[in-house]
């Protein structure tokens, strides 16, 4: 990881408030998980000149950790734009996959041309538990494609995703990390010193956190 880039890319989510962060009030997964984090980065699709810094920092990370493949793989949904974009500016081939095939038509799982034998790199907006990206890989590889790696914008770098690459001997790489987010948080005062310590925290036992009580100002 490219440590300037990670600390940009990280300001540009909080100013464009692409990610929210509130350990009083913490926001319910589709896990039901508490969090006191919310990210979405397809509000960067919005912003041209951020838009643009990613999909560059994609592209130079991909060549530098992967090398260049045959393709690239958008996860469907929030990774087909973003790897709409990669694919551009690597002048390579495109193509999407869904979490299963479709219920109707031709019931497609991969949306695109793709051949046996292919090195592709998938795109992902973002890593959480890791598991609809490696849905994506084993539906790949069950297509005799060969799979360099995942690459997304953000990782929470939990214990659980970082075990689910190891197990799926997958390489993953992330241009900005929750780490790195908090860092920048706490330097541009979008938080506090009293909001760090749960934050912290939640990251450590996602599962079992349970939001504090922080006296506002």
């Keep these: 990881m490219n440590e300037d880039v990670a600390a940009k890319v990280a300001e540009f989510l909080l100013q464009i408030k692409a990610v929210k962060l509130n350990p009083n009030q913490p926001y319910t997964w589709a896990s039901g998980w508490k969090s006191p984090i919310y990210c979405d980065n397809r509000i ?5 000149s951020i838009r643009t810094f990613i999909r560059q920092a994609f592209a130079k990370m991909i060549e530098d950790r992967f090398g260049k493949p045959d393709i690239i793989a958008g996860v469907a949904t929030a990774g087909i734009p ?11 081939p495109y193509c999407y996959v869904r979490p299963t095939m479709k219920g109707h038509g031709l ?10 034998g292919q090195n592709v790199v998938i795109i992902e907006d973002l890593i959480s538990t890791g598991k609809s990206c490696l849905g994506v890989v084993s539906a790949l ?12 914008i953000f990782d929470y770098g939990f214990d659980e995703s ?8 997958c390489s993953y790489a992330s241009l900005t990390n929750y780490d790195v987010l908090i860092e920048q948080a706490l330097e541009a005062n979008y938080i506090t010193e009293e909001e760090l310590g749960p934050l912290l925290a939640w990251k450590k036992d996602p599962a079992n956190w349970d939001s504090p009580k922080i006296e506002q100002d």
């Design 82 to 92: 973003q790897g709409v974009l990669v694919a551009e500016a690597l002048a390579l």
């Design 141 to 152: 590889r069950k297509r005799n494609l060969f799979v360099k790696g995942v690459a997304s």
């Design 162 to 169: 970082n075990k689910a690459f190891k197990e799926a001997k």
């Design 44 to 48: 960067t699709l919005s912003y041209p």
């Design 107 to 116: 019931k497609n799982q991969v949306e695109g041309e793709i051949s046996e």
